[in-house]
């Protein structure tokens, strides 16, 4: 299953190519939505409500429509009758309760930050002036902004006529449980808490939409060109074939634009009332409150194992928090995370509750990971728990339950089949790059001498569910829409190639990478390929980019185009030289007759005689230009060690990550320079999660992290220089061999950092620390000992 | 955010910038570097109705020898400060401090003299300023007004200058022979403000403390002189042991803030540990 990385490959897939496309990126040479200009644009602001929970009993816009440069200024009743319910397309039960959600609050608001009203100005500065001129009376409600509390008998309700703040609750389990947990020498219980966070994309979300004709062109810095048109459609009456939506340039989404936005219902509306271009460019501040959140869940866990540290059995009962409001996938998020609670363990028996909690904050969504972070965050620390309980070293504990490489493909407890992989190759690689057994004397000996930096180590052997999605799997979820994506090719005349890939980038590459692929298959040089996307006019085929789906599915989807282009060419190549089909060979790009290497038309040669279409076999049509849709058997399984060393001062509970080893397998390697950014990129954002992001609500239910001043994101001068590296083993369900990769550092990274922490502080009684793991609260953990301090994340130890 | 409308003016000398000041009224403020009052405009958190942009005022710009003092205009960038060869010279403590002030990008437009009369206790400068005794020079139609700097900072981003008074630098006695000095900052990224930070020097004599001065970052609302700690090591041995015992008194007369970067009481804790480390690099104890 597992072969040796190979450094250089001979065509252009395995090549570290830098990035086509970044040239034009980092200079902001390029349009992002909030570059484009259109004659006689107007520009957009919206009030937004300053309380966690309220009744609207009046909205007064007439002041400010008298305000200069105002064209025009509207509150919810407005637009109570067009502007429909933003859509959720993932009702996971079938008693699930989906509130109304109206783009425009009409008579009740129910977190900080939801939309009341807007103004329409000549530019945006006259917009954000008539804001203040707009007067709303509220009446206040109770916020409700506990989970467990939320649930409790009498507690305020956020949809008072729901009468619960329960949304749903799904349950799954495998395997006999009683059996697992009677008797069973360990059981450990823990509480863990995912904080909640704020995916803080590098660019801002933002719309523009132009009327034109009798149809609506509509921009936006969104993840889902395509299903965001559909979703307009369908939210809005407005016909399908009316809409185009474009995603130009996307600077980074994590999840947080793969949403349809009340701004984009709202722009798409006002622009068809004031039959002129609209533009709205979202502030950092207003984003924090108006672009969905990520995580949030309590989580409850129970372990059963042997004495040996065979585990027996493991039960997860989760909270998730919604938020206020169920929104494109806000339910079915902790429910990626269902099948990996096992990670890459065996047990004989499991069992998952989730329940949805509605609050008064922003909804939560997809944000990159997406479920299985925390989920892969919970067993990973449970492990270092249970090495801690029965005396192993953790990654002793964790080669006596992982899966052995001999057992692919192996069903999970959890009901998914992994299809490849190699725990044991790639962990033993991270050891000797991280120097585990030196470090593991340092640390005795820094121990020994009472220092007061003491040194920790964690350990994350990861794997995850991606490339989402089999189109059967996502239907018996309920999902509302299938997994496959769309590709397609065209040979123009001259030789040069066009590649159109539903999958629209916002970051990751498909232009380098996509080009590659076509470039192998159809022998043409990489420089000829130009690869489109995110336009639904030109690209009319889609399901976008999230999950780490682009390559294992949309890449697929292009290899399988390509194919189908060498077919075509190839009878054509036969004619032209006279030949059977079955004699020709294609390699390099050259059709030739077998044994006959002189005589050969390139691929370039037979688009340009297709274009002249003089000579073409009878029943040939003149095109070479093909199309694919993929639709994945599996998901895709990544896996990788990660090994954190983290020095903790005990005196101020700073944290100094010292080194970090990530031995990813994400199959076969189609750019390794992109795979190693995607990496790069996913660690920082899962050591920001342990380390420094925290969503923070205050008692009134005001978010009170809404610069990123009090949201700290870590820069480079905060992480380690990572060492990267790679073990392979090819996907055995798509034929480029090649798995997702997108999410994988952010998922095994959390709990690397905080087993690291944990695992320095164990002599000073500490079990766990809660995330974000701030000096203060690292302090607080040593000084009150136990990692009970606090009180709020940690099960006793029974 | 947008900001509000604001009017503005771009004088080009001192003279022309002290007249605008009097002329615009309490409601303007004087834009140096903006890293902080142009944040607060966008967030609508200020109003003024004017701006008086002094970037055009090339003599607030750099260092110059003022005999046992160096001169620091109110415009030199950070940048400007962390590179110049007199602060290095003779005054390190700034050069550290400076050095450790947000990011690259900030330190090339944020000034010496806007981060001081920003008054942010969470500021590092402040303090540096305050260990060191600096004097402000400001001017205003009435003269010039030299304030020191224990006078200068009154609360939470409130200075002692008057509506009219413009800061044109900052007399930063040199150290002489014998001093080693440190700013310890604790923060949780590189790019955050200051939880606690301690700015510190100490003159060594014959192997003890002849004399230290401490002042504290974010512990007030005004950067705040850690005198019992003074008192304690000076005459004392340059020693670990003698620092932390005497660092116990570092939180007295504190008021720190509570924020979600740390409480209270983490504070001081911080302020005692800090400062003892920031006396033993500085006095180089072993």
């Given amino acids: ?798 | 955010m947008i900001p509000a409308q604001f009017g503005y003016v771009r004088p080009e000398s001192v003279d022309e910038a002290v007249a605008s000041l009097a002329e615009a009224g309490e409601d303007a403020k004087v834009l140096a570097g903006g890293q902080s009052l142009l944040p607060l405009m966008r967030l609508r958190l200020a109003y003024p109705e004017a701006l008086i942009d002094l970037d055009r005022v090339a003599e607030l710009r750099g260092v110059r020898d003022d005999g046992d003092a160096l001169f620091i205009g109110a415009m030199t960038t950070h940048h400007d400060v962390v590179r110049d060869p007199l602060v290095h010279a003779h005054a390190p403590l700034l050069a550290q401090a400076t050095a450790t002030v947000a990011d690259p990008a900030v330190r090339h437009r944020g000034t010496f003299g806007g981060s001081l009369v920003h008054a942010d206790p969470a500021g590092d400068l402040p303090a540096v300023t305050l260990a060191l005794d600096a004097v402000f020079v400001a001017r205003s139609p009435r003269g010039i007004r030299e304030i020191p700097a224990a006078d200068f900072f009154v609360d939470l981003l409130t200075s002692a200058l008057e509506p009219d008074e413009l800061l044109t630098g900052v007399r930063v006695p040199k150290l002489g022979e014998g001093w080693g000095c440190h700013y310890e900052k604790f923060h949780r990224t590189a790019q955050a403000w200051a939880i606690v930070g301690v700015a510190c020097a100490v003159r060594r004599s014959n192997g003890t403390v002849a004399e230290a001065r401490i002042a504290l970052t974010n512990m007030a609302s005004r950067p705040v002189r850690a005198h019992a700690v003074e008192t304690a090591v000076a005459g004392g041995p340059v020693s670990l042991d003698a620092f932390r015992s005497a660092a116990g008194a570092a939180a007295e007369g504190t008021d720190p803030p509570a924020d979600l970067h740390g409480s209270a009481e983490y504070r001081r804790h911080l302020a005692r540990v800090l400062t003892a480390r920031a006396l033993a690099t500085a006095a180089g104890a072993p």
């Fill in chain 1, 1 to 798: 299953m597992t072969a040796p990385v190979q450094s250089t490959a001979p065509g252009e897939i395995g090549s570290a190519r830098k990035r086509s496309e970044d040239a034009r990126l980092i200079t902001g040479r390029t349009q992002w939505t909030d570059n484009i200009q259109l004659p006689g644009m107007c520009h957009v602001a919206f009030l937004r409500s300053p309380y966690a929970h309220a009744r609207i009993t009046r909205v007064d816009v007439e002041a400010a429509k008298g305000q200069p440069g105002v064209i025009a200024v509207f509150s919810g009743q407005d637009f109570a009758d067009e502007q429909g319910s933003l859509p959720c397309a993932w009702p996971v039960t079938e008693d699930i309760i989906i509130p109304a959600h109206p783009a425009l609050a009409v008579s009740e608001v129910r977190h900080v930050g939801e939309a009341v009203a807007c103004v329409v100005a000549r530019d945006r500065y006259a917009a954000a002036d008539a804001l203040e001129s707009i007067d709303v009376d509220y009446e206040p409600l109770e916020p409700v902004l506990d989970m467990e509390e939320a649930l409790r008998e009498g507690s305020p309700v956020v949809h008072s006529e729901h009468g619960t703040n329960r949304s749903y609750q799904w349950v799954f389990e495998n395997g006999d449980l009683d059996a697992a947990f009677r008797d069973a020498p360990v059981v450990l219980e823990r509480r863990y808490v995912q904080q909640r966070l704020i995916p803080a994309a590098m660019e801002p979300r933002a719309v523009v939409c132009e009327p034109f004709g009798d149809e609506f062109r509509l921009w936006s810095a969104t993840q889902i060109p395509h299903v965001l048109r559909v979703m307009l459609a369908m939210v809005t009456g407005i016909a399908e074939h009316q809409i185009r939506v474009i995603a130009p340039d996307v600077g980074g989404g994590f999840g947080s634009k793969l949403q349809v936005y009340a701004e984009e219902v709202l722009c798409l509306l006002l622009a068809r009332r004031l039959g002129r271009p609209v533009k709205w460019t979202e502030s950092r501040s207003e984003g924090t409150m108006a672009t969905h959140h990520g995580r949030d869940q309590i989580q409850r866990l129970t372990l059963a194992a042997e004495r040996d540290g065979r585990i027996r059995g493991l039960k997860v009962d989760l909270l998730a928090d919604m938020g206020a409001y169920l929104m494109l996938v806000t339910p079915g998020i902790p429910l990626l995370g269902a099948f990996m609670f096992n990670g890459i363990y065996k047990m004989d028996a499991y069992s998952f509750t989730c329940t949805g909690v509605f609050t008064t904050k922003t909804p939560t969504d997809a944000y990159r990971g997406a479920g299985r972070p925390e989920a892969t965050y919970a067993i990973e620390r449970l492990m270092d728990e249970l090495a801690a309980e029965v005396g192993l070293d953790p990654i002793e504990v964790r080669r006596r339950n992982w899966i052995r490489h001999e057992e692919f493909p192996y069903d999970t407890i959890a009901g998914l089949t992994y299809d490849s992989g190699n725990y044991e190759a790639a962990t033993e690689r991270a050891q000797i790059l991280f120097e585990y057994d030196r470090l593991r004397a340092e640390q005795a000996d820094r121990r020994d001498r009472g220092d007061p930096v003491q040194l920790g180590i964690g350990v994350s052997t990861f794997t995850e569910m991606c490339g989402l999605a089999p189109s059967r799997v996502l239907g018996s979820l309920s999902y509302g829409a299938g997994g496959w994506e769309h590709a397609s090719v065209r040979m123009l005349p001259t030789g040069k190639v066009e590649v159109v890939t539903g999958s629209s980038a916002h970051g990751q590459g498909h232009e380098t990478a996509w080009a590659q692929i076509a470039a192998d298959a159809l022998g043409v040089p990489f420089e000829d390929i130009r690869v489109l996307h995110g336009d639904t006019q030109v690209a009319p085929k889609g399901m976008d980019t999230y999950g780490s789906r682009s390559l294992a599915v949309g890449g697929i989807a292009l290899h399988n185009a390509c194919l189908k282009v060498v077919d075509k060419a190839r009878t054509v190549a036969a004619h032209l030289l006279e030949a059977a089909e079955q004699d020709i060979e294609f390699e390099g790009g050259r059709f030739s007759v077998r044994g006959v290497r002189d005589q050969a038309k390139t691929m370039q040669e037979v688009a340009l005689a297709v274009f002249a279409a003089h000579d073409l076999p009878d029943g040939v049509e003149p095109s070479l230009d093909s199309d694919a849709t993929f639709d994945p058997d599996d998901f895709s399984f990544p896996h990788g060690t990660h090994l954190c060393a983290a020095e903790v001062d005990t005196e101020t509970g700073f944290v100094r990550l010292r080194s970090y080893v990530a031995v990813d397998d994400v199959g076969k390697v189609v750019n390794p320079l992109i795979v190693e950014g995607q990496v790069h990129g996913g660690l920082a954002q899962g050591i920001a999660q342990a380390l420094y992001e925290e969503a923070v609500y205050d008692e009134a239910g005001n978010l009170t992290t809404t610069t990123l001043a009090d949201y700290l994101v870590p820069s480079a001068a905060d992480l380690p220089a990572f060492t990267t590296d790679r073990t392979e083993s090819p996907a055995t369900t798509n034929p480029l061999g090649v798995k997702g990769v997108g999410e994988a550092g952010t998922i095994a990274s959390t709990p690397a950092v905080v087993n690291a922490i944990v695992d320095a502080l164990r002599p000073h009684g500490v079990h766990d620390v809660p995330m974000p793991c701030t000096p203060e609260r690292v302090w607080l953990a040593i000084t009150q000992g136990a990692g009970g301090g606090l009180g709020s994340t940690s099960g006793g130890n029974p």
